[in-house]
């Protein structure tokens, strides 16, 4: 069973298919001392240094519920349990699109042993019941007094990382619905949801954790790395370490240039940036990183151009990583040292992680990258403040108007695309929000520039694979949206 995050985020397609079937399936009565035996506490198993915890549910006859996936005191994601089948003490627990596991349970001595056949490391798999309250991570907020319907807003903590804060009255933002965005989340409404940050006028208004997060852990923001492949790639315009996005892709990597066919003298920095170079894309390369041992820029390049670069959009995060070739060869630095020196440093990020699925000292530039959100909202403030970080130019601002104005407007997923960054179009309300720039991982990690509201929203999470990467988006405009003046 899969649980951890993906590289990119799913089709909103696959996103409405994966709610769909994500209900509770049973097909015939269950003997009520069953669901007894499977609804008291949790289940819980070791899998090398995590836990996958299961929390079954019974609700209108029919069995279903979660399974968590815990490092230590944090809650990772969480996937819904599809359906649950019993025949004598043989159980099926399933898992929507992902592998059932196949046990024999033992409800009156509190396991269920089995395994996740064709997985691996889910070979030998025994859950065992536990009590709900030893695993308080599950929860949103496992204090009582912070749980949903008491728990109101809390200041940020004034830090000396840079950034200035205030409360949400100072820069008209309704504190009631603050309050009740944050009650939402607490209540589940938005699912797996790790952090909310809130920027205004650039004062840190909010700053909230759950499920075991803190201000100091460094989170995953999965594609959300793309947007800061794309800061770094102005940067290195900037200074003039690259030419422009008109240069050919193909001239930074001489040493393959013999694997790619005649159809690559045409693509351009552009395309990469606007993920539209052509590029015949077998679907499963669309959704997952590369395997470990394959050459990341001979995989890439090795494809065949097959569509006119810059005519048709393919959200695939594998062609980013030629970046990490690009600067490379430009800066004569690799991309994460480049982003310490000339990104990070300057905005006072102290502490990250990109060593994730590093290839031959390169970073993974699509997806690999870890902050936290405190970080991440520095980053959208840079943008809202066209490259400027408190008086001090990062980024050009050219670079910003260029990057994160519409470069491609049919995607396909109902918003449009910038130099990997996303635009849409606020919809219509009360509050005039105008068109909104962001950043986007799976799971529900979010860094939102409203420049007409002169706001920036930070969100981490999640929940890569239960159909709610987008319920955090719903509830900011039921309640938060609302309480902006």
Request: with cysteine; aromatic share 8%.
């Amino acid at each position: 069973m899969r649980v951890a995050p993906l590289a990119c985020p799913l089709p909103v397609t696959s996103l409405v298919a994966l709610a769909l079937t994500a209900t509770f399936a049973c097909t015939r009565p269950v003997d009520p001392a069953i669901v007894e035996g499977l609804t008291s506490g949790v289940w819980w198993a070791p899998i090398g240094d995590e836990h996958y915890v299961y929390e079954f549910t019974y609700e209108k006859g029919e069995l279903g519920g979660l399974v968590h996936r815990v490092a230590g005191d944090k809650q990772v994601n969480e996937v819904p349990v599809t359906g649950v089948s019993l025949e004598g003490t043989s159980i099926k627990i399933e898992h929507g699109r992902f592998p059932s596991f196949l046990g024999e349970a033992d409800l009156a001595n509190g396991t269920i042993a089995g395994s996740i056949p064709g997985e691996r490391r889910f070979s030998d798999m025994t859950l065992t019941r536990g009590e709900a309250s030893d695993w308080p991570m599950l929860r949103p907020r496992a204090e009582p007094s912070r749980a949903a319907g008491s728990y109101s807003w809390q200041p940020p903590e004034q830090l000396d990382d840079g950034w200035p804060v205030g409360a949400p009255s100072d820069v008209g933002l309704e504190p009631a619905a603050v309050d009740d965005a944050i009650r939402a989340i607490a209540a589940g409404q938005a699912a797996a949801i790790h952090s909310l940050l809130i920027v205004r006028d650039g004062r840190l208004v909010v700053e909230e954790y759950f499920h075991g997060w803190g201000r100091d852990d460094l989170h995953g923001i999965l594609s959300c790395t793309k947007s800061v492949s794309s800061l770094l790639t102005g940067i290195a315009i900037d200074q003039g370490s690259l030419e422009g996005v008109d240069v050919s892709v193909l001239d930074f990597f001489a040493r393959l240039r013999g694997v790619a066919d005649d159809g690559w003298e045409e693509v351009r920095l552009e395309h990469l940036l606007t993920m539209t170079m052509g590029l015949d894309w077998a679907s499963h390369e669309i959704g997952s990183p590369p395997p470990p041992q394959i050459d990341r820029f001979l995989g890439v390049l090795e494809h065949r151009v097959v569509d006119e670069p810059g005519s048709r959009f393919r959200y695939v995060g594998r062609g980013v990583d030629l970046l990490a070739g690009v600067l490379l060869e430009a800066t004569g630095v690799e991309a994460d040292r480049f982003a310490e020196d000339r990104l990070f440093s300057p905005l006072g990020i102290r502490a990250w992680d990109w060593s994730e699925r590093r290839w031959r000292g390169h970073p993974d530039m699509s997806a690999a990258l870890k902050l936290r959100p405190r970080d991440m909202a520095k980053l959208g403030q840079l943008v809202l403040d066209q490259g400027a970080w408190q008086g001090r130019q990062v980024v050009s601002a050219d670079w910003i108007r260029t990057s994160t104005r519409t470069h491609v407007d049919k995607t396909g997923f109902g918003v449009q695309y910038g130099y990997l960054w996303w635009r849409v179009d606020a919809p219509p309300s009360d509050v005039p929000l105008g068109t909104l720039t962001f950043a986007n991982g799976i799971g529900s990690q979010f860094i939102v520039v409203v420049p007409d509201a002169r706001l920036v929203v930070v969100t981490t999470g999640g929940n890569p694979h239960n159909g709610r990467q987008f319920d955090v988006v719903q509830v900011a405009r039921r309640h938060l949206v609302p309480g902006i003046d």
